[in-house]
C-alpha cells in the first residue's frame, strides 16, 4: 500500500486549505486512517482519525470545530479540510494507515505513511 499526499502550502491564518491522501496498491482495507503532524523541533502529534468501517470520526482537541476529516471509497481517499487555520499549525502533515484497531492517536501503531506536505500558515 502507498500513500500520497498532498495539498499543502501557504496560507494565511484565518484561511483555510485541503488535504488529500490517496492510497494505492493491493485492496485497501484499512481499520483507520489518520491524519498527524510534525512542526520542527516537535514530536509527531495526532491531528484526526477516520474509522474506515463505521466512518467514525476523531480530532485531536487542538483542531476539533476547525478540522473534517472525511473520506471518498471509491477512490480509496482521505480528505482533511483545514478551517480558521492559525500559526500554531504550521507542520508537516503525515497521513497514515493501519490494519488493526486500537488507539487511533498513537502514531506507532500506523504502519503505512505518506511522504508529508508542508502547511505554512503565516500570521
Known amino acids: 500500500v502507498q500513500l500520497q499526499a498532498s495539498g499543502g502550502g501557504l496560507v494565511q491564518a484565518g484561511g483555510y486549505l485541503r488535504l488529500s491522501c490517496a492510497a494505492s496498491?493491493?485492496?485497501?482495507?484499512?481499520?483507520?486512517m489518520g491524519w498527524f503532524r510534525q512542526a520542527p523541533g516537535k514530536e509527531r502529534e495526532f491531528v484526526s482519525a477516520?474509522?474506515?468501517?463505521?466512518?467514525?470520526?476523531y480530532y485531536a482537541d487542538s483542531v476539533k470545530d476547525r478540522f473534517i476529516i472525511s473520506r471518498d471509497s471509491a477512490k480509496n481517499t482521505v480528505y482533511l479540510q483545514m478551517n480558521s487555520l492559525k500559526p500554531e499549525d504550521t507542520a508537516v502533515y503525515y497521513c497514515?494507515?493501519?490494519?488493526?484497531?486500537?488507539?487511533?492517536?498513537?502514531?506507532?501503531?500506523?504502519?503505512?505513511w505518506g511522504q508529508g506536505t508542508q502547511l505554512t500558515v503565516s500570521s
Open positions: 477516520f474509522r474506515w468501517g463505521s466512518g467514525s470520526t
Open positions: 496498491g493491493r485492496t485497501f482495507s484499512p481499520y483507520f
Open positions: 497514515a494507515a493501519r490494519s488493526g484497531s486500537g488507539y487511533y492517536f498513537d502514531y506507532q501503531k500506523y504502519g503505512y
